[in-house]
């Protein structure tokens, strides 16, 4: 072990997590780092509000602080909040110059995160940026980088957790009311619409998998994305349930993926939230480089718009050529068939009944 930034005597620490899903999950490797190094501390994961429930139930950290930092007034209320708790130490995960600067007004004594964005003045320990060009380099190999540089260790255990709790469990089977089958999710959603693979070809997915393997299909997306699960719904010729009109929520979703034989999902947070859960996952890429947010996990399909790019090449930089339409809906379907082949006996749908112990942990991934 090397010399660490935290120190091994730190009493109070306060991780502030990344803003979005996919990031928040990539970070719980580092989480689970900080209680292993760290078996003394006190624990605060400080999150943006609804990604809270994604930290719900892990075992590592002591409390889950929910954190609005956008605008000014969110800012100084979360420095504010974080103050009140007296931390010894910060690790800053995300890479804003507003996370760096509630981190210095809250007034711990250590801040650690990357050198970055005229921020480096804000902190107590900086690791330098990974330059930019090059091959891109993984969220989660960044997290974790981080991460080491913090602790002071050689390595961290890449493998991404969730834990399902008893209340996220009741909340999901009101959402799973009436389905008594085997059920894959889709999720057409994603923060940028050019990330969006059409939605009459998740349709198409869905018509396929149902007719072909007897499976439910249930379509996802934030409230937000209300008109895009719509249109999945609209242009299927199978019957598909809209979990935005159940009331889903990251809590209960994450109980649905965990007891779903398949997620097809663009590049957006659900993918990380099965994967991290061990549901094997059919992942859409267009035109976003997948290896920015690249897993490693082994039941995961990756379907890219471009297969023949060259590796010296980031997709992003040629969104025409990466254009996401470009996947076929009968790519996207021998995707799926491998990983139901190589999967185990079908989950059942239900679930357990209250207080009830399952498994949530993934395989590993990395």
């Given at each position: 072990m090397r010399e660490a930034p935290l120190g091994l005597d730190v009493k109070?620490?306060?991780?502030?997590?990344?803003?979005?899903?996919?990031?928040?999950?990539?970070?719980?490797?580092?989480?689970?780092?900080?209680?292993?190094?760290?078996?003394?501390?006190?624990?605060?994961?400080?999150?943006?509000?609804?990604?809270?429930?994604?930290?719900?139930?892990?075992?590592?950290?002591?409390?889950?602080?929910?954190?609005?930092?956008?605008?000014?007034?969110?800012?100084?209320?979360?420095?504010?909040?974080?103050?009140?708790?007296?931390?010894?130490?910060?690790?800053?995960?995300?890479?804003?110059?507003?996370?760096?600067?509630?981190?210095?007004?809250?007034?711990?004594?250590?801040?650690?995160?990357?050198?970055?964005?005229?921020?480096?003045?804000?902190?107590?320990?900086?690791?330098?940026?990974?330059?930019?060009?090059?091959e891109p380099v993984s969220t989660l190999e960044h997290y974790l980088a981080l991460g080491r540089f913090a602790l002071g260790v050689d390595r961290i255990d890449p493998r991404m957790e969730l834990i399902v709790t008893d209340a996220e469990q009741s909340a999901a089977r009101r959402v799973l009311e009436s389905v008594d089958r085997p059920f894959v999710v889709l999720n057409p959603g994603a923060n940028k619409p050019p990330k969006r693979w059409p939605a009459d070809r998740f349709a198409a997915v869905a018509d396929a998998l149902a007719d072909r393997h007897e499976l439910a299909v249930f379509v996802s997306g934030s409230p937000g994305e209300t008109n895009v699960v719509r249109a999945v719904v609209e242009a299927a010729t199978v019957p598909v349930v809209d979990l935005v009109q159940r009331g889903v929520t990251l809590g209960s979703l994450k109980a649905v993926l965990q007891r779903a034989r398949l997620l097809i999902t663009n590049d957006t947070g659900p993918r990380h939230i099965a994967a991290a859960l061990g549901t094997p996952v059919v992942g859409l890429f267009g035109p976003t480089d997948h290896r920015w947010t690249d897993i490693d996990c082994p039941h995961e399909r990756i379907v890219v718009a471009e297969?023949?790019?060259?590796?010296?090449?980031?997709?992003?930089e040629h969104p025409q050529r990466c254009r996401i339409e470009k996947i076929t809906v009968g790519d996207v379907v021998s995707a799926c068939e491998k990983l139901l082949a190589a999967s185990s006996a079908p989950v059942d749908a239900s679930l357990p009944a209250a207080g009830a112990s399952i498994p949530s942990a993934a395989p590993e991934c990395g």
């Open positions: 109070r620490l306060v991780i502030l997590c990344p803003s979005w899903v996919g990031d928040t999950v990539m970070a719980t490797p580092v989480l689970r780092a900080a209680r292993e190094a760290l078996p003394q501390a006190r624990i605060i994961a400080a999150a943006r509000p609804g990604l809270d429930q994604l930290l719900a139930g892990l075992p590592w950290i002591d409390d889950v602080l929910s954190a609005e930092t956008k605008g000014v007034v969110g800012a100084l209320r979360t420095t504010r909040l974080i103050r009140t708790l007296r931390p010894d130490a910060v690790l800053v995960l995300p890479n804003s110059f507003r996370s760096a600067l509630i981190a210095r007004g809250c007034g711990a004594p250590v801040r650690i995160g990357y050198d970055r964005d005229a921020r480096g003045r804000l902190l107590t320990a900086r690791l330098p940026a990974p330059a930019a060009g090059g297969p023949f790019l060259p590796e010296a090449l980031v997709a992003d």
